[in-house]
């Protein structure tokens, strides 16, 4: 009896530390997460590369000289632009040099576009009945636990329930195909009756790019009023 007991326990040891996890009825039909996961956590540490919408510090910046510089010499930027559409020829009166100018017209300020705005350290482990993700720094929602039994992401804020599977679409134009999974909790309870919150977890790879994607939202609604975090990551391995 002892012997089988232990045995028992080996091989749910052995289980855990190689990622060797079951999965619920419904992850059974997604049996690429568990690769995804198990080779995330063989890699372990990533750059995660923290995106936004926001328009980067540098556009903005010659942006504000650009302007400077066009109302300073307002008669003579008429006279050479005239008949000519942008972008412009380069000219030193802009007030930037060539190389800037050149990234200055790359950037659409009307185009919805994601930019970095930091590299933080990511972390991704095999822990009981499934993996880890954690990164510096950041907390929102984080860490996340993905119980693959329970059909679940653990967050410093709810249970998420497990969603759906996101397919490569030509849709995805501002981050490029990929394909990934979904775990959503649309009424996340409160001790207040007057807020609503929900939180979603998405994780997934590019499919022409060894990239990772982790997308964390939480949204808070009371008295009409939302407050809504979005945490958008790309997850690249570590250089040496």
Known sequence: ??????????????????????????????????????????????????MSYDQPKRFKELNKIYKKQIMK???????????KKFPFPYHENFGITKNDYEYYIS??????????????LCNVKPVRNGYEI???????????K???????VETSKAVLPFYNGVKPSPRQKITGPWYGYIWFNPEISSDNPNLKIKASVQIGKKTKTDQ?????????????KQSYKENFYYLKKRKD
């Open 107 to 120: 950037v659409d300020p009307k185009q919805k576009k994601l930019y970095p705005s930091d590299t933080l």
């Open 1 to 50: 009896m002892k012997k089988t007991y232990l045995t028992v326990i080996f091989i749910l040891i052995s289980g855990i530390l190689c990622g060797e996890y079951k999965t619920g009825p419904q992850l059974n039909k997604y049996p690429s997460l568990i690769n995804l996961l198990k080779e995330m956590a063989e890699t372990g540490e990533f750059e995660a590369v923290k």
């Open 73 to 83: 010499k307002n008669r003579w930027f008429v006279q050479y632009t005239k008949g």
């Open 212 to 224: 990772y994607l982790l997308i964390l939202n939480y949204t808070e609604t009371q008295n009409k």
């Open 146 to 152: 993905f119980d693959l039994i329970r059909e679940t």
């Open 134 to 144: 954690s990164v510096e720094q950041d907390h929102i929602l984080l860490p996340i």
